[in-house]
């Protein structure tokens, strides 16, 4: 089973900017899409962002497109979310997520397994 741990979030205001991590555990981590999701206080999870195995391919939501970007380093087993002008609604549990399919739709139910998240809060 593979283990996914977030690192990088934290306390920013609005406009800046902060760049999560997620490190697998196995060096099987280039054959997984990865991606990041997040839920805010009483909302549902909802997709952020994903990269196909090699990071040739990538797919945003719309709320993110041309603020965040996601990453990989393979040789490193880790994927990254470079997050920039912050805004006060970012502010949720961020998690990241592996799954083998080649090309998984935007939904947490195409993802099968899960870091344990990390938290960001933006201020205004």
């Known amino acids: 089973q593979v283990q996914l741990v977030e690192s990088g979030g934290g306390l920013v205001q609005a406009g800046g900017s902060l760049r999560l991590s997620c490190a697998a555990s196995?060096?099987?981590?280039?054959?997984?899409?990865m991606g990041w999701f997040r839920q805010a206080p009483g909302k549902e999870r909802e997709f952020v962002a994903q990269?196909?195995?090699?990071?040739?391919?990538?797919y945003y939501a719309d709320s993110v497109k041309g603020r965040f970007t996601i990453s990989r380093d393979n040789a490193k087993n880790t994927v990254y979310l470079q997050m920039n002008s912050l805004k006060p609604e970012d502010t949720a549990v961020y998690y990241c997520?592996?799954?083998?399919?080649?090309?998984?739709?935007?939904?947490?139910?195409?993802?099968?397994?899960w870091g344990q998240g990390t938290q960001v809060t933006v201020s205004s």
């Open positions: 196995e060096r099987t981590f280039k054959d997984y899409a």
């Open positions: 990269i196909n195995w090699s990071g040739s391919s990538t």
């Open positions: 997520a592996g799954t083998l399919l080649l090309r998984p739709r935007p939904k947490s139910e195409e993802y099968d397994f």
